[in-house]
């Protein structure tokens, strides 16, 4: 099952990383906010019309506590969504620096899960390499000014993607099978 979930999510980093190399035009960080904040108000809409739908009158202080906390959130969401919607491009370089801080994290854990995730089996020098150079496209995204290079970015996350994807799959066919290998012949003993 694990293992499912992991080609699952391997396949849609493959598929993200393909469509923000395509759609890599300047403009992209804009349309990418503006779905972030359509993301936020339909929910959050959604939350409103469930919450008063289901109010009561024989509710107790405590469940209209809460439905009022969950009307408080919701319009916060329906706000920031607007926002996100009216002006895209004041919240580009917090976008950017997000995709530069995932670009580290997910090099990181690469890199400590090829040191420590594997028993009995050294991981191939060059299975380090790809979450390496992730780690230095983040370091200098965030060294960086962010309009100067807003497009690039997203191509440059893009690639890490497929380029991440790849190398996960590489590491479940290189270092993953031999221990699938022993497992299924003591099952077969």
């Known amino acids: 099952m694990k293992s499912k979930n ?3 999510s391997n396949l849609l980093m493959i598929l993200a990383g393909v469509l923000l190399i395509v759609f890599h035009r300047r403009d992209i960080l804009s349309v990418l906010i503006v779905a972030m904040g359509i993301a936020f108000i ?10 008063l739908r289901e109010r009561h009158k024989e509710w107790k202080f405590k469940d209209r506590a809460l439905m009022t906390q969950g009307v408080v959130v919701s319009l916060g969401g329906i706000g920031l969504g607007v926002l ?13 620096y997000l995709f530069a801080v995932m670009l580290i994290v997910a090099g990181l854990y690469d890199v400590i899960m090829l040191v420590v995730g594997h028993d009995n089996v050294k991981p191939l020098w060059w299975l380090f390499l790809l979450p390496t150079l992730m780690v230095i496209a983040g370091i ?14 997203v191509l440059v996350t893009g690639i890490s993607l497929i380029a991440y994807a790849v ?10 099978a031999p221990k699938d290998k022993s497992a299924s012949a003591e099952s077969v003993n």
């Open 6 to 8: 992991v080609v699952w």
């Open 42 to 51: 339909v929910p959050s809409v959604t939350n409103i019309v469930m919450l």
């Open 84 to 96: 996100m919607m009216l002006n895209p491009e004041m919240l580009i370089g917090v976008v950017v």
């Open 140 to 153: 200098v995204i965030l060294a960086t000014d962010v309009k100067a290079i807003e497009s690039m970015v």
């Open 167 to 176: 190398n996960r799959f590489m590491e479940m066919w290189l270092l993953d």
